[in-house]
């Protein structure tokens, strides 16, 4: 009875703060199927599972408990993620414009693609955001279809890091199969230029995303690049070596890949 009323008052705060914002927080429109925010898990302190993931204390986990899954897809829908975000962006900007660039066009910032420029939410809306097993089959059929919206806080970082001189490297785990489809859906919603585009090679199959992308941060750092920043979703992004002068984690409680 009273889990009705906190769930019916929770639907009112939403859609009245929704009308009044506007909802332009919104990279996609779906809403989680039930739940009050996560507030009635008998057990689990979703926030701390969260702030945990985020801290790299926990580690080399495989899926989202269960019993948050309506926790993870109110923050990922919600404004929590996109202030998260923005906090994250707006500190590497000021970063940033802290530096002071030698305009040799070597300074550059390391992208991450997945979660970090582009937005696989409208997937993960459909699959438990992650409480659902990775279905390698399912995911890269939705990458195929080259329709991801971006991270509109990393376009805009992305944006003024390109005003300021610096160029822009792109380093993912997608193959070189899929490297069509990421430059045609980059260039769509709105990443019209790039100093590179790395793609996983079968070189690296088997290896883990640390090792492969400290390894291309290497070859970059051999050409001649400084690697004045460095953004990315997992902490395999971020660690490793030749990580950049700063290193910055935009949030996803989503997937770990090591
Ligand atoms: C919550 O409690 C249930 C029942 O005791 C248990 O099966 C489940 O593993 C617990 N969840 C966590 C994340 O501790
Ligand atoms: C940039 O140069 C200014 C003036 O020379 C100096 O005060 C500042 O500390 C330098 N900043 C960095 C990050 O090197
Ligand atoms: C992935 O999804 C496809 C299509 O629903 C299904 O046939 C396949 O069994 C799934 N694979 C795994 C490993 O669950
Ligand atoms: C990728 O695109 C280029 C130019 O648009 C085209 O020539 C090439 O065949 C495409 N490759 C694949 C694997 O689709
Ligand atoms: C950036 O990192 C490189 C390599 O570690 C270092 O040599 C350089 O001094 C650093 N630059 C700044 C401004 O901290
Ligand atoms: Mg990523």
């Known amino acids: 009875m009273w889990q009705s009323l906190v769930f019916f008052l929770a639907t009112i705060l939403v859609v009245s703060q929704g009308s009044e914002l506007g909802l332009s927080h919104q990279i996609h429109l779906l809403r989680p199927k039930s739940g009050s925010g996560g507030a009635i898990v008998p057990n689990v302190s979703c926030l701390s599972w969260r702030v945990a993931v985020e801290a790299h204390n926990i580690i080399g986990w495989s899926t989202v408990p269960k019993e948050c899954e309506g926790y993870v897809g109110h923050y990922m829908l919600g404004h929590q993620y996109r202030k998260d975000s923005k906090v994250v962006a707006n500190e590497a900007l000021l970063y940033a414009q802290s530096l002071n660039l030698t305009g040799d066009g070597k300074d550059v910032w390391i992208f991450d693609i997945d979660e970090t420029t582009l937005s696989n ?9 992650g409480a659902e097993p990775y279905n ?14 971006a991270l509109p806080e990393s376009l805009n970082l ?4 390109l005003s300021l001189g610096i160029k822009v490297i792109f380093i993912t785990g997608r193959g070189e199969s899929q490297r069509n489809v990421t430059t045609t859906n980059l260039k769509n919603v709105g990443y019209h230029t790039w100093e590179k585009l790395i793609l996983k090679g079968s070189a690296y199959s088997g290896t883990t995303a640390v090792v492969y992308k ?4 290497r070859n970059l750092v051999k050409k001649g690049y400084r690697i004045v920043g460095n953004i990315g979703d997992q902490w395999s992004d971020l660690l490793g070596h030749h990580v950049g002068n700063r290193t910055f984690k935009l949030p996803d409680p989503m997937y770990y890949i090591s």
Do not use: C, D, I, M
């Open 121 to 129: 939410l409208p997937y993960y809306a459909e699959h438990g955001f």
């Open 136 to 149: 390698s089959t399912l995911f890269n059929a939705w990458v195929l279809k080259g329709t991801q919206p």
């Open 158 to 161: 992305y944006k003024k890091l």
């Open 214 to 217: 400290s390894s291309e941060r």
